[in-house]
């Protein structure tokens, strides 16, 4: 209360809330991470609030946690220790849109819908897509990706500079306009990922791309996940420009066709979307059949129009939900590794056979184009014993995938749950990073608690 | 001489050299930055020995600067305050080759050329291309790029994984195998382009290509640069995977024609390369005539066997040696800036007005799908007032450029010759660069006085 006071005295009073509601809003994201409330929740509106805000906190050694829209999946949002949690929806505007430079200049609490909404007028789209709508921020500050990836790139692959406010209340901008740079270090790509403990966020430039001519989705189907895995991988060996390539098990497609009111062939798939002329995208559709024939394909349904485009994709991302939409009452808990390619089949493979083992009901999707996989677990709130048995599971996953060179988290974040894997992982690097969070935030205000223990 | 006497004590005798004509080819770059000597020559062989030397170097606060070819533009590898050289061209090994993963594992002395030869057996390809056949370590240390950067990225797009020696001796690797991580900080991207500041690269894990079963070569000509420049745009607008957009003045391709003894349309032009299959190269061509056509494209010429595609990439390579070659006994000075795609043409018409302003005989050649380009202009070593007015012409582009967002390095790096823009370019956020040079490198000897001051 005192903190809040304290606030008060330089951020307006309406502001800076230590409503119970609001504290307990901005204790959880949407992980099974345990909840830990903040002190105090504000929501700056300039990044001169930010500063003032910083300046203080680092004086008085008060941890600050940025905060979007909760949609994280490790707990990187949560004020583990505390303290502040910084709302920035109250920063939510497109400050500019450059069509000729495919660049946009956003405050990072814009949502991707948002922007991309914005976009359409000008026959542009942003392209990083992880399913929830997530602030544009809050995307940068876990290296989101998705479904467009394979194609498209990450969001470190997009990000062209980030405008930070740091430990100290400095401010940088880590990058420019030009599209590539060999000048200083690249701290952009050092900053995006890191998850709110280098500096917050307060302008990102963004790059853009043309919404292309014709877009065409498809659903492939195969007579086992193996085989809509080799297939994937032949159109990349191939180099077709395929914009999506999902996997979705059978099983999963059942689910979905039960919630959504779809007729789906219920195989294991491959959800396509292709970009481009109507020429290439002809030329795209005609080799992708080709090469499938080849893994077995069964069934190649096409979705032309943007409502059957939209629903597949709906599907696709509501996959989840219509996994607990049949099974009421449950949750999901959600894994998230990413493997050499060739380790994707395998890796499936073992985690279906842990899943078995485990007894545990649940679902794999993947961006296969990546090496990139969710297995979505159910889990009953009311048996503990069974989030123990998926954080297990989840383990296993990762054991497995660190053992052939992949990483502990493809696209969710470290924040809570994937810090004990840092050390395994990085090894020695892991000094390294935490000797960089040591002189960017020497009082340990940054969003303590995630990425390091 | 007592240096090489201490570094015999643990490295072979025969690789440690101060013969003076090595000294001196060590001394200097292919830039006209003043030549500087090492104290000593060392070609080390494996890991194991840039930590032993690191180590030694550490303890005893000696300079140590590593080398390839040579063939850096920025004075990068001169060793401004004598000490070690690293020549790394005995650690030139191919160590794997992993087709399914798309991914090689070489050492930093291995040139982009001898990899491509032998991914070539494979079907693959190492897609930077910056002209020089350069050490992939040179590459990565400078964030290399070229003309395949528009469809391919640059060096930073393109490393996965690195094994880097720190200044104490230390051992890392800052990535891994995965396509793509959100897991720690993304260390790789801030020692890609640092420019041997920050460690030693021992090993660089790459991404490769598959091969397009089609590759097809053309030369656009324009009635003016500028239309030139809005051609290659409108490639990018509408996502034509164009994998070569260069921009070629009509007056160096009379020089081409005369030293290359082809015979190429002599008007402003844009080679272009399409890489796909029989298909889409197909519509990718057809597409990319109708939009020329828009910006009064009056020649289109293809280039469809191996031979007259590579004697076409060849001339645009060799486009400066045809300058010099009609100049005899001049040299070049080459701009490197990169800007918004929307600055391009005026960047470009600005360069021409200062170059006739300094009365400079030259021409400009650009990676424009990137916004990048160089303008060579010739220099008589004999005259010394050459150099300083062509350094002048340099500056003016450079401020053009960062007036505009763009960087003062495109590609080249900083070096020696742009660190003098670091501050103007990154202001505050060159602090943060300088704090993490300081806690990687307290000593101050991985390649002092690059990059900063």
């Known amino acids: 209360m005192i903190l809040a006071e304290s606030i008060k005295k330089f951020i307006s009073a309406d502001r800076v809330s230590t409503n119970e ?36 906190a680092n004086e008085n050694k008060i941890p600050v946690t940025p905060f979007g829209v909760g949609s ?13 949690s910084l709302d920035l929806l109250e920063m939510n505007k497109i400050l500019e849109i450059n069509p000729e430079d495919f660049l946009v200049r956003v405050q990072p609490g ?45 969001m470190k692959d997009n990000v062209r500079d980030l405008e930070v406010v740091l430990a100290d209340g400095k401010v940088i901008h880590t990058g420019g306009k030009a599209k590539k740079s060999s000048s200083g270090y690249n701290l952009t790509e050092l900053f995006v990922g890191s998850e709110g403990t280098l500096g917050i966020f307060t302008e ?31 159109l990349l ?23 959504m009111d779809t007729n789906y062939a219920e195989g294991d798939s491959l959800f396509l979307e292709f970009h481009g002329s109507k020429g290439s995208v002809e030329t795209d559709v005609q080799l992708t059949k080709e090469l499938f024939a080849d893994f077995g394909c069964v069934q190649f349904d096409f979705e ?25 009452g449950k949750q999901v808990m959600n894994t998230d590794v990413c ?37 979505g677990v159910l889990i009953d709130p009311n048996f503990p014993n069974d989030l123990e048995r998926a954080n297990h599971f989840n383990e296993k996953i990762v054991e497995f995938a660190l053992s052939c060179g992949g990483t502990c988290t493809g696209e969710h974040g470290v924040g ?28 340990g205000i940054l969003n303590p608690g995630k990425i390091f223990d």
């Open 237 to 259: 060996t191939v180099g077709v420009p395929i914009a999506r390539v999902e996997l979705v098990e059978g099983q999963t497609i059942k689910y979905v066709n039960h919630v």
């Open 339 to 375: 493997v050499p390619l060739s380790k994707l089949a395998d890796s499936i493979e073992y985690t279906r056979k842990c899943m078995g083992e485990a007894d545990l009901q649940g679902d794999i999707i993947g961006h296969i184009g990546d090496g990139n996989f969710h297995a």
């Open 304 to 328: 032309i129009d943007a409502l059957g485009r939209s629903r597949l994709w709906e599907a696709r991302h509501n996959s989840l939900y219509a996994l607990i939409h049949t099974n009421p």
């Open 204 to 234: 990102l430039t963004l790059q853009v791309y043309g919404i292309s001519e014709v877009i065409t989705a498809a659903r492939a189907v195969f007579p086992t996940v193996n085989d809509a895995v080799q297939a994937a991988s032949s």
């Open 110 to 154: 814009v949502t991707r819908m948002q922007l991309n909404k914005e976009l359409g007028k000008y026959g542009l789209f942003f392209s990083v897509d992880p399913g929830a709508d997530a602030t544009l921020g809050g995307m940068a500050a876990t290296n989101a990706s998705g479904t467009t990836t394979v194609r498209y790139g990450a």
């Open 416 to 443: 809570l749950g994937k810090r004990k894997y840092q050390r395994q992982q990085h090894g020695e690097a892991l000094n390294i990073m935490k000797s960089i969070k040591q002189v960017l935030d020497p009082n």
């Open 21 to 56: 509601t609001v504290l307990t809003n901005h204790s959880k994201d949407e992980s099974f991470h345990s909840a830990s409330l903040p002190e105090v929740v504000v929501f700056p509106k300039t990044t001169q609030e930010i500063v003032d805000i910083m300046k203080f």
């Open 72 to 84: 994280g999946l490790e707990g990187a949002a949560i004020p583990k220790n505390g303290g502040i």
